[in-house]
């Protein structure tokens, strides 16, 4: 039969239609077949754990951390104290204030652990002139608690832990027993949790590193018995990125993080050129990670009770170490960029 295009049967036309449909619903035009969800990543979910206090670069570190949380790449879930020293979480809680999330979690070990202040001084600086409630770091929640609970309320394989100070809380954590957050013990809610961790700790291929070695048997514990991936932004990785000089020329007058560097740099005979950048790398990673900053190897860290460490390849290894890539210079203008970074209110 001959149809003209001025003459198509009604009846054909019925019995066309549901086959059309059941065509696109099967084989979905092209434009549908390849259109990209659209919109930002979501943010890295992020406990950081310092020590905050033997070196400023911590301080770098969290200007950068709460850059990141105001730029949307960042999720804050609590800040935890590594450290003993009396002004160590009254510091911490300086910076969350003035960035304006004031009521942040911050925990503080109640074990034995490293107990250490700031040469330059700049931790009694910070808890003179700028607003905080915390008095001292013995008034800060249990950190293993302050872990367990954040943990509990996140969904599966999704926190990042960052820690650029000593081990300790992480030992203690691994350690934990269930409790009222969770029936789990900590290495098993670790497991459950926790995506990744990224640690500022260790020197590669070898050698003695201040974070592993000043509490060496948490950090032998910690990193033996760590059931999530870890990536470790070695101190060599950090040595080479130096900054600072910008932050004191330009930042703003009342930013805790210029005022940490602009006390410490004068008092630091080798820091004429900037401040090495160890925990601000490990950060950088951990919210926008390694590539193009860096390339990554696969292996095994491996711990000895003396606080030294080597480091064994192995694509199969659990561990992966950060190995240089962008020239060091470019990595410094991009970190302190974030680290003069100044809160919304403040413009």
């Not at 950088?284 to 990670?289: D, P, T």
Request: glycine fraction near 8%.
């Amino acid at each position: 039969m001959s149809v003209s295009k001025n003459s198509f049967p009604a009846s054909l036309l019925f019995k066309a239609v549901p086959v059309v449909l059941l065509l696109l619903l099967v084989f979905p035009c092209p434009a549908q077949r390849k259109k990209k969800p659209t919109g930002k990543p979501a943010p890295v979910a992020i406990i950081f754990d310092t020590d905050f206090g033997p070196d400023y670069d911590d301080a770098g570190a969290m200007g950068m951390l709460h850059a990141f949380a105001d730029k949307g790449e960042a999720r804050i879930l609590a800040t935890v104290a590594s450290n003993l020293h009396p002004l160590v979480a009254p510091g911490i809680e300086v910076m969350n204030t003035y960035f304006g999330r004031a009521d942040l979690p911050v925990g503080a070990p109640k074990t034995a652990g490293v107990n250490m202040g700031s040469s330059q001084r700049w931790l009694d600086t910070l808890a003179a002139r700028y607003p905080h409630r915390l008095q001292k770091t013995s008034d800060a929640p249990d950190a293993v608690a302050v872990y367990r609970r954040i943990l509990a309320s996140q969904p599966d394989k999704s926190v990042t832990i960052v820690s650029v100070g000593f081990l300790t809380n992480l030992r203690n954590l691994l350690e934990s027993g269930p409790d009222s957050f969770s029936p789990m013990n900590g290495r098993d809610l670790v497991k459950k949790k926790v995506k990744q961790w990224v640690a500022m700790a260790g020197i590669f291929p070898d050698g003695k590193e201040f974070n592993i070695e000043k509490d060496a048997a948490s950090s032998q514990i910690a990193i033996d018995g760590w059931p999530t991936p870890v990536l470790f932004s070695g101190f060599e990785i950090g040595k080479e990125v130096k900054t600072g000089l910008r932050l004191i020329r330009e930042g703003h007058p009342d930013s805790p993080v210029r005022e940490v560097f602009a006390i410490s740099i004068p008092k630091s005979k080798d820091d004429a050129n900037g401040r090495m950048s160890w925990d601000q790398t490990a950060l950088l990673v951990a919210v926008r990670g390694t590539s193009p900053y860096y390339d990554t190897q696969k292996g095994r860290f491996i711990t000895k009770s003396d606080g030294t460490n080597g480091w064994q390849e192995d694509p199969a290894g659990p561990h992966t170490r950060l190995i240089r890539k962008m020239p060091p210079e470019r990595v410094a203008q991009e970190i302190e960029t974030l680290m003069m970074h100044q809160p919304v209110r403040r413009k």
